[in-house]
Structures are given as structure tokens and as C-alpha cells.
């Protein structure tokens, strides 16, 4: 087993992670580091016959291993692996200090626990872990060693230092984590109007101005689609092509308004016969495309008939009726989509040349 793999308990973190990974690795070699620490400690007190401490750091080593072994087990007792070697040193240095092995020039050692679990756990257990020590410090001082008032004040002089670091730090801390929370609350802000104006822009590349139907160049990738889908699962699909018969009349008579309530009164008509499935949209001009999925020519066919009807039947403003023609072609294995579109135009102008709102299927042209 290489270091790297003992400071980080053998996980591999993710980048996410990097906070995490950091404070694990301090924490693993601080507690590796007084371990060793400890260890040459205990010699040492064995040596000079201090047994009694020597037993309270063999004691602290066991403990400190079982702790460093429960970290490889589950990276997520990381917290109450804090809290265990917090409390575990805390007993450490409160004995040695009852015993008389820390005098009260040596309470720095409550510091660097203040200070530990500061880091690890934030202000709030900080200032939990500076009061406790506080408290056991001057109880020990008073009822145990009878040190003079000013003798404890001036070991305490570090603790209320370091108290005051840890508040500035936090503040400031806390201030950067309030900044940029509302920085992120605009930058999400931002996000969101983003997301708003491009969705806006997708549509608009997509819809017809004036009807609020699609665009040839989105029928153009729906198209697209289908034809992919048929070239893989053989899924059919047929177009139909609408023009309006003689609509120039209308804008040469009536005006282009007109013409323009035209168009939309038929895309409203032409919207209430379809499929939910189909894709209808405005092909240019008078001219509009319905791409049917899954039905053969025969099938759109009686689909294009009731559309014509519809329109037949209906009585515009400004122009009274109104016919259309329509063209129907089929995609089959033999053809491209330029092929399918072209057939379609066919069928519509053989519509159109032999006497207007009728619908046409390509396959019954006569070539």
C-alpha cells in the first residue's frame, strides 16, 4: 500500500468530489502523522517511567487506528469519524492536563482541537468545542492545580485569538458564500431568459409568420425523419400538397388582407381534419404540405378528400367559397425524397389541369 492510497483510504473521487477529497486527506495525515507522533511519545514515557500516560497514548493509538480502518471501510462516516477523533483527543488532553503531564502553558493543544474541528465542521461546532474546553480548563485549573487567576488568563489569552480568527474567518467565509449564492441566483436567472429567447428563436425559425403553422424548412427535416425510419423499419408514410385554386384572384380583387384571412381561415379548417400524428405546414405561397405518418396513399387519400370537402363546404368572408386541389404521393424503396415531393407536385398540377378541387394520387396518373 503506496501513501496516496493510505491518505485517501483507497477512493477514487470524482471531480465534484474535490472539497470532499481535501478535507479527507487532512484529516487521514493528521491522524497518521500523530499516531507517529504519539508512538515516539509513548517510548519515550516508558523510558522515563510514566506509565500512566504511556497506557493513555497506547489507548489513543488503538482508537486512532480503528478510526483511520473504519474511514477505508465507508467514506461515508466521514462525519462521525470527526467527531469520534475529536472527542477521542479531547478526553487525551483533558486527562493529561488533569494529571499534571500538560501544564497550563501547553493548552494550545485544546487550540489545535478548536481549530481542527473548526475546519472540518464549521463555526457552529467550533464554538461548541471552544466553550467545552473553556469550561474543562478552568475547572481543572481551579479545583485541581489552584493556578492563579492571571496565570489561567494568560493561557487563555490563545483560545479567545484564536476564537477571534475563527469568527473573522467565518464572517468573511460567509459573506463569499452569500455572494455567491446571488451570483448564481442571477446566473440561473440569466439561464432561464436564455433558455426563454432561444426556445422563442427555435420557433421562429420553424413557424410560419402568418399562420402560426410550420415552415417549409421544418417539414423539410420532418421529412427527413420519416424517410430515415422508412429506410431502417420500413415504416410508410405519405405527403399531400394543397394549393389554392385561383387565389391570385383574391389578392388582385380583394387585396392582400383579405388573402392573408384567407390563408388562415384555411389553415383552421385544414388543422381540425387531421391527425394528431400528422405534420402540417405552410409549403410556400398558397401552398401547403401534410406529412401523414404511418398511412399508405389510399388512406391519405381519403384524408385529402375530406379536407377538400371541408373547404368546399365553407363559406369565407369577402369571397364566399373557396375550392383547393391537392396532389398524394407515397414513399416507397425506390424513391428519394426529392423524388416523393416531385410526385406529389404532379399529382397536383394534373389536379389543377383537369378542372381544379380534386385530389389526386400520383399512382393514378397516366404516364
Known amino acids: 500500500m503506496n501513501l496516496k492510497n493510505l491518505i485517501t483510504s483507497g477512493y477514487n473521487f470524482k471531480d465534484e468530489e474535490y472539497e470532499l477529497k481535501l478535507k479527507f486527506m487532512l484529516f487521514n495525515s493528521m491522524l497518521l502523522f500523530n499516531v507517529a507522533i504519539v508512538l515516539v511519545a509513548t517510548i519515550a514515557r ?18 486512532a487506528s480503528t478510526i483511520i480502518y473504519s474511514a477505508r471501510q465507508s467514506i461515508h462516516n466521514f462525519d462521525k469519524l470527526v467527531y469520534y ?6 478526553l487525551i488532553v483533558s486527562f493529561s492536563f488533569y494529571i499534571g503531564v500538560i501544564v497550563i502553558a501547553g493548552l494550545s493543544w485544546y487550540i489545535v482541537l478548536l481549530l481542527i474541528i473548526f475546519f472540518f465542521k464549521g463555526g457552529k461546532d467550533g464554538i461548541i468545542v471552544f466553550i ?10 481551579f479545583t485541581k492545580h489552584n ?12 483560545f479567545f485569538v484564536s476564537l477571534f480568527f475563527m469568527y473573522y474567518y467565518e464572517r468573511r467565509n460567509n459573506n463569499v458564500k452569500h455572494r455567491l449564492i446571488e451570483n448564481n441566483k442571477i446566473l440561473n436567472e440569466k439561464n432561464e431568459e436564455l433558455l426563454v429567447l432561444n426556445k ?3 420557433l421562429l425559425s420553424i413557424i410560419d409568420p402568418l399562420t402560426k403553422i410550420y415552415n417549409r424548412l421544418k417539414l423539410d427535416t420532418v421529412m427527413e425523419i420519416h424517410f430515415e425510419t422508412y429506410k431502417r423499419y420500413k415504416n410508410i408514410f405519405s405527403i399531400i400538397i394543397i394549393d389554392i385554386d385561383n387565389f391570385k ?3 388582385d380583387i380583394h387585396g ?31 401552398e401547403f404540405m401534410i406529412i401523414c405518418e404511418e398511412i399508405n396513399c389510399d388512406d391519405t387519400y381519403l384524408l385529402g378528400e375530406k379536407i377538400r370537402k371541408s373547404i368546399e363546404d365553407y363559406e369565407f368572408d369577402v369571397i364566399g367559397k373557396k375550392t383547393i386541389s391537392l396532389g398524394i404521393s407515397e414513399i416507397n424503396c425506390e424513391i428519394s425524397i426529392n423524388e416523393l415531393i416531385r ?23 397516366k404516364l
Not at 523510558?47 to 482508537?63: E, H, L, P, R, S
Not at 477523533?85 to 479531547?90: D, N, P, Q, T
Not at 493556578?147 to 490563545?158: A, M
Not at 410526385?343 to 396518373?365: H, Q, S, V
Open 85 to 90: 477523533l475529536m472527542f477521542l483527543s479531547y
Open 147 to 158: 493556578y492563579p487567576f492571571t496565570e489561567i488568563l494568560f493561557g487563555l489569552i490563545p
Open 343 to 365: 410526385r406529389a407536385d404532379e399529382a397536383l398540377y394534373n389536379a389543377k389541369n383537369t378542372g381544379r378541387n380534386k385530389t389526386i394520387k400520383f399512382k393514378n396518373i
Open 256 to 286: 392582400h388582407l383579405v388573402g392573408d384571412d384567407i390563408l388562415k381561415s384555411m389553415v383552421e379548417i385544414i388543422k381540425s381534419n387531421i391527425r394528431k400524428t400528422d405534420t402540417f405546414g405552410r409549403w410556400g405561397g398558397e
Open 249 to 251: 384572384e383574391v389578392n
Open 132 to 141: 467545552i474546553s473553556l469550561i474543562t480548563i478552568v475547572l481543572i485549573s
Open 46 to 63: 516508558l523510558i522515563n517511567a510514566q506509565y500512566i500516560q504511556a497506557i493513555v497514548d497506547i489507548t489513543y493509538v488503538i482508537f
Open 200 to 202: 422563442k428563436l427555435e
